[in-house]
């Protein structure tokens, strides 16, 4: 029987710009997860699955380091940090390969995923202020209109 990964996608970006494909390669990958943690495969799945949850984000951690980010500092930093987590969070299942311990993993790909998915209602101005929904990692530069994606990962 053929891995799931070998097959293709479940879905794909809903549009080609980098926001809808970073969101997307977020949900993929936390879609992975849970997929792999209800496999009965001792844990070759689920290693897979947070095997890609690294490379992605190591991608993140490199187009937030790269000298070209446009992304405030401010954000660059709370992002890495937020990847630091990451990175120990999928080492310590790489290292028991728990599936009933991946819901961090889950719940900040989400987030992620949720905030990059946003899109304004209306023009932004230096004076109005976007709700942001839980641990989305928002600022009103990166909800305006024609806004460059918070995680490069098509670059």
Request: aromatic share 2%; with cysteine.
């Amino acid at each position: 029987m053929m891995k799931q990964a070998a097959i293709g996608y479940a879905n794909q970006p809903r549009d080609m710009d980098p926001r809808s494909t970073e969101a997307w390669a977020l949900a993929e990958a936390s879609r992975r997860l849970l997929q792999a943690a209800k496999a009965d495969d001792k844990g070759e799945s689920l290693r897979e699955a947070l095997r890609l949850n690294q490379r992605l984000w190591s991608i993140f951690q490199a187009s937030l380091i790269d000298p070209a980010c446009e992304l405030p500092k401010d954000i660059r930093d709370n992002v890495l940090a937020l990847s630091v987590m990451m990175d120990r969070h999928i080492m310590q299942r790489l290292g028991d390969l728990d599936g009933s311990k991946i819901d961090p993993i889950i719940s900040i790909n989400r987030a992620i995923a949720e905030g990059l998915s946003m899109t304004p209602e209306a023009p932004m101005n230096s004076t109005t202020v976007k709700p942001v929904q839980s641990n989305a990692i928002m600022t009103d530069s990166a909800t305006a209109p024609n806004a460059r994606p918070i995680l490069n990962v098509s670059a």
